[in-house]
């Protein structure tokens, strides 16, 4: 089955710097790959995805980038916040298949 | 309110009792998802259904574990016999599952289980 590796585990960033997370997952049959974020005590919430036929996305301060070849994929947060900190998971899934692969989450903290 | 709804919010119960958690997905979706997440992990994949079909299982549920999803809409969660390794985090998630790529979740709340 699908394995998704996640690093950092945590992340400590001032204010303003960027943050990047990075993905690996081992299925080269996946294709759709999401991030969700998770606030101390609340669910986790879908904050951006890519799908395998484009290589970036964007929304304002983050962006994530797909490498099909390496299989790895990243999460790229700019101008962070205090409210950036959270823990941010990445997921992989197969088409037609439904369920989504987890890493395994990187803390950030954002310091004012 | 439009999301996805879980009950309990906390369950303690004795090891040895049975519990039942119920998900009440948003209603235009037809994917519903069931998972687990312990302390410092990511959330692992417990079954999701399509409708009322249930797709698929985890081959880490022990036959303790089952799930439903009569007529589509709510879904219920029963964990027989509970142990203290059942204590978790239990997360239900809908998506819509019109297309042949994945969908993002709508998780629930999800309902924090205590076994003593």
């Known amino acids: 089955g699908e394995n998704v590796e996640q690093h950092p585990s945590t992340l400590s960033v001032q204010e303003g710097d960027s943050a990047v997370i990075k993905c690996t997952y081992s299925d080269s049959a996946s294709n759709y790959f999401p991030w969700y974020k998770q606030e101390l005590g609340k669910r986790p919430q879908l904050i951006i995805d890519i799908r395998s036929n484009v290589g970036e996305k964007k929304d304002q301060r983050i962006a994530v980038t797909l490498n099909k070849t390496a299989k790895h994929f990243s999460l790229h947060i700019t101008e962070t916040q205090p409210e950036d900190s959270a823990v941010y998971f990445c997921a992989a899934s197969l088409s037609n298949a439904g369920k989504s692969t987890f890493g395994d989450g990187t803390t950030l903290t954002v310091k004012p | 309110d439009t999301g996805v709804s879980q009950n309990p919010r906390h369950k303690i119960t004795k090891r040895g009792q049975n519990v039942t958690f119920r998900c009440d997905p948003i209603?235009?979706?037809?994917?519903l998802y069931w998972y687990r997440q312990t302390l410092g992990q990511g959330p692992e994949f417990l079954t999701y259904f399509q409708n009322e079909a249930q797709l698929e299982k985890s081959r880490l549920l022990s036959d303790r574990f089952s799930a439903e999803r009569p007529k589509g809409s709510f879904s219920t969660l029963e964990i027989q016999r509970t142990e203290q390794g059942d204590s978790a985090m239990y997360l239900c998630?809908?998506?819509?599952?019109?297309?042949?790529?994945?969908?993002?979740?709508?998780f629930g709340s999800g309902t924090r289980l205590t076994v003593v």
């Open positions: 998630a809908s998506s819509e599952g019109q297309s042949e790529v994945g969908s993002g979740y709508t």
């Open positions: 209603s235009e979706h037809n994917r």
